[in-house]
């Protein structure tokens, strides 16, 4: 789907990563990682790469019940990314009985992290049969081992990441309150899935911190209170105001423009 093109050009010779090198195209059938190796192409030959933008990355950080889902609930209602749970695509795999589902079930029970190869082929697969170009990747990476996995088998990078910041008292009280019939919402094990966050995913943050990427979001208050905050970040990325879904009650609604494609 996406494809990555180099150009001989001493202004290109900066960085390959840069987004102002990339394009995308779509291209059913392509697997992501190969789709998106580099190729390089001399313009002197008459060769001229299409305009377009590598797919907008979003992902989603925060503590067991900080409010990740809740709020990328909201940011697709808003800016039409597709939302991509890791820990969805992981219960879907129990839920089918797949090759993987009872291997999965037994690390999610004891909140730990799945292996990064089975969980970045999940996402993988959605990101190759996706017709989006905009993604909010919700619960991942949940380690550094995750993220170094996602660099490689995708060769992608997020454009921006959230940390959803939310004291452990108020997420483990949101955890027992959820009522959605999780393994995993309950005190033994959320005990050890807060264990994980930190010293696991902890790492990660500070990665994307020292990168410039972090945005951190104090996820205390309601709903409302914490999306104020979450807007001016998207808002702020051009490449998304042609938003697939407009939700006309968004304080941004009006000034979005609607693309029904
Ligand atoms: N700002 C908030 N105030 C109070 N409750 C909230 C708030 N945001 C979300 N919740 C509730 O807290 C629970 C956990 O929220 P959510 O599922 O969004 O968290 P999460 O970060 O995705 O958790 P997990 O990592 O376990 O999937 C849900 O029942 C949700 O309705
Ligand atoms: O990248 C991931 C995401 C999740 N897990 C496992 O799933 C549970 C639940 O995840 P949520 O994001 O909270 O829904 C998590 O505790 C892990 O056991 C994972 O291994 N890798
Ligand atoms: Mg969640």
Sequence with gaps: ????????????????????????QKGFGLKVGESFATEII?????????????????????????????????????FGLT?????????????????NGAMILNLIKEGKIVPS??????IQKELE????????????????????????IIRADPDVVLFFDCPEEEMVKRVLNRNQGRVDDNITTMK????????????????????????????????DDIFQQVLPIFSSFEQLKECRHVNPKSPLGSSLVENSS
């Design 192 to 223: 050890k899935r807060l264990k994980i966050f930190e010293a696991l995913n902890r790492p990660v943050i500070d990665y994307y911190e020292n990168k410039g990427k972090l945005y951190t979001i104090n996820a205390v208050g309601t709903v």
């Design 129 to 152: 049969s996706s017709d989006s170009r905009k993604f909010l990747i919700d619960g991942f990476p949940r380690t550094e081992e995750n993220r170094v996995a996602f660099e490689r």
């Design 83 to 99: 939302h991509l749970s890791a820990g969805d695509l992981l219960r879907r795999e129990i839920a089918f009985n797949t090759k």
């Design 1 to 24: 789907m996406w494809r990555r093109v180099a150009l001989f050009s001493p202004m290109m010779k900066k960085s390959s990563s840069s987004r102002s090198l990339t394009l995308n």
């Design 42 to 78: 001399n313009p002197e030959e008459g060769v001229s790469p299409p305009k377009e933008k590598a797919p907008f990355i979003t992902f989603v950080l925060g503590g067991p019940g900080s409010g990740k889902g809740t709020q990328c609930e909201r940011i697709v209602e808003t």
């Design 117 to 122: 190869e089975v969980t970045v082929k999940l």
